[in-house]
């Protein structure tokens, strides 16, 4: 049989991975966690979001974002084109939804990380997306870890420890729950969630 070239002859719906978003509270390590899993495996395409910010230096175009200006954000919001989108001190950040969509039909795993707001947009815009929740050992792991820095002011660790609560209570909102206590082990882990196909009889959770 011959080989077929990515794109040119798509998977059949059955037989895809699942879009695999992981999310979690803040200094629980989901990037830790991801750059440690797509060193390992490199198969494994990290979405790239889109943003009205503008590039840093030694950043490129498709690679750490894609660059496009407010109009241009505007009007991949109205025509559908993302498929979570949020502001952050004054510049939007988005997923498009295309490039997922290509990856997925082609037969890749794909994986997005993103936060708790980002990851319930995608449950609503692609409800066969696998939700997994990225969480602490325990509370008071999560708390060394975000004031282990002691660089913060005490106003600003505390609204960190809430906004940490808020996001802990959603875990429920998920279809699976990883709990960081080995960046190894749980990349495998999640790893063997993203290889699970659409017709496999298995589900997450």
């Known amino acids: 049989m011959a080989a077929t070239s990515r794109g040119t002859t798509p998977v059949p719906p059955d037989a895809r991975p699942r879009l695999t978003v992981l999310s979690g509270p803040s200094g629980v390590g989901k990037s830790t966690v991801v750059a440690h899993l797509r060193k390992v495996h490199p198969e494994v395409w990290l979405s790239v979001s889109a943003t009205t910010r503008k590039p840093r230096p030694g950043e ?30 004054g510049n939007r950040y988005g997923t498009p939804r295309r490039a997922v969509l290509d990856r997925l039909e082609s037969g890749e795993p794909v994986l997005l990380e993103i936060d708790l707001q980002g990851a319930r947009q995608v449950r609503e815009s692609m409800a066969e997306a696998q939700l997994v929740f990225l969480a602490p050992p325990s509370w008071d792991e999560l708390v060394r870890r975000l004031t282990g820095r002691g660089t913060e002011a005490p106003d600003v660790i505390e609204r960190r420890l809430e906004a940490a609560r808020i996001e802990l209570a959603a875990e429920k909102e998920f279809d699976k729950t990883l709990v960081n206590t080995s960046v190894e082990g749980v990349s495998r882990e999640l790893l063997a969630l993203m290889l699970r196909r659409n017709g496999d009889g298995k589900t997450a959770g």
């Open 60 to 89: 490129q175009h498709g690679v750490q974002y894609f660059f496009v200006d407010d109009e241009e954000f505007d009007k991949m919001i109205a025509n559908g084109e993302l498929l979570e989108w949020a502001e952050f001190a």
